[in-house]
């Protein structure tokens, strides 16, 4: 898992690389909570996710929680466009 943020005028860009799964939960959260407190608005880039589980998922939840009207995901792959199908279909 590799998490970047790229600072940029007025928008901070997360980009998710790799897996998003529990084992690399403690690094989402620090990374996701960093981004969050700059109080920029997020743009989150997940189209280079390999896999994405339930904690992943949760993460995405908690930052548009926290981020209210602040964060946008711009960009998933196919792993997470599958998940999210999986999760809504059940």
């Given at each position: ?52 589980d ?21 960009a ?5 466009d599958?998940?999210?199908r999986?999760l809504?279909?059940?």
């Amino acid at each position: 898992m590799r998490v970047t943020l790229l600072e940029g005028g007025e928008v901070s860009r997360l980009v998710f690389e790799g897996d998003m799964t529990l084992e690399f939960s403690n690094e989402m959260e620090d990374r996701i909570l960093g981004a969050m407190r700059r109080r920029k608005p997020v743009q989150v880039d997940l189209s280079a996710v390999e896999e994405i589980d339930l904690c992943g998922l949760h993460m995405l939840g908690m930052m548009q929680t926290m981020g209210k009207d602040k964060m946008d995901i711009v960009a998933t792959s196919p792993a997470v466009d599958r998940r999210f199908r999986t999760l809504l279909s059940n």
